[in-house]
């Protein structure tokens, strides 16, 4: 019988604990102290107020400092935001991020799914990467679980290992949009490119700042012969 790690059993606990917890408590909304479901985290009066977003963006322009919207220069570029990154799609993400809650992703996939246009028509969905020192420092990596969730409301494979992160990059938050896009130079790499060429690939993402990491997402499986788009749950503008 194999050792379990005693990581792997911590996050067990965790989660049977949480689990528990919702259901022997009645979880308060963060945002207006109503009765809310734990699945969803807000109630649903809060929830569908947070602004919804319909156009795409390039995140080839975004990063570069250039008006996103509208762009048709750089059509392995476009992303696709559901929600304005407002107070409320921010305790959204930092649960589904840092607060070990990754049975919110179902919920914000369906806001995800209805960003998207009907024509779109992807062949198969994936997620940005962490690294796995970080994923395993996190226990699971956020976007793969909103990834799983859309794939399954647009009826299409969700692939994890699409993309390998290859190089553990010091964290984004404190650089500029140069230093972001320099920082992420080489970060990944497709691990079987032949099995992309010619195909339609949505690439998932939690939150969109600079672009830095999606753009460098997209080039390198546009590289490999893959016609890519993006999608991200909120757009921090």
Request: proline letters at 7%; glycine letters at 8%.
């Amino acid at each position: 019988m194999a050792a379990v790690r005693p990581q792997a059993l911590l996050r067990a606990v965790v989660s049977g604990a949480r689990d528990l917890e919702a259901f022997a408590l009645p979880q308060c909304c963060p945002g207006c102290g109503e009765p809310a479901e734990p699945e969803r985290l807000l109630c649903a009066t809060c929830f569908e107020r947070i602004p919804a977003l319909s156009f795409a963006l390039c995140a080839h322009c975004l990063t570069r400092g250039r008006e996103p919207v509208g762009c048709g220069r750089h059509p392995q570029a476009q992303v696709w935001p559901a929600l304005v990154y407002d107070e409320r799609a921010a305790l959204l993400v930092h649960a589904l991020k840092y607060g070990g809650r990754p049975g919110l992703a179902d919920a914000l996939a369906e806001r995800l799914a209805r960003a998207l246009p009907a024509a779109l028509a992807a062949d198969l969905v994936t997620a940005v990467p962490l690294h796995p020192a970080r994923q395993r420092e996190r226990g699971y990596n956020q976007a793969w679980q909103l990834a799983v969730g859309l794939a399954s409301r647009l009826g299409v494979p969700a692939l994890e290992d699409v993309l390998v992160r290859v190089r553990h990059t010091p964290a984004q938050a404190q650089l500029d949009p140069e230093r972001r896009r320099h920082n992420l130079a080489g970060a990944f790499r497709v691990r079987e490119p032949q099995r992309y060429r010619e195909r339609r690939v949505l690439i998932v993402d939690d939150v969109l700042t600079t672009g830095a990491t999606l753009e460098a997402c997209l080039v390198t499986l546009a590289g490999a012969g893959a016609r890519t788009v993006g999608a991200v749950l909120a757009w921090a503008q």
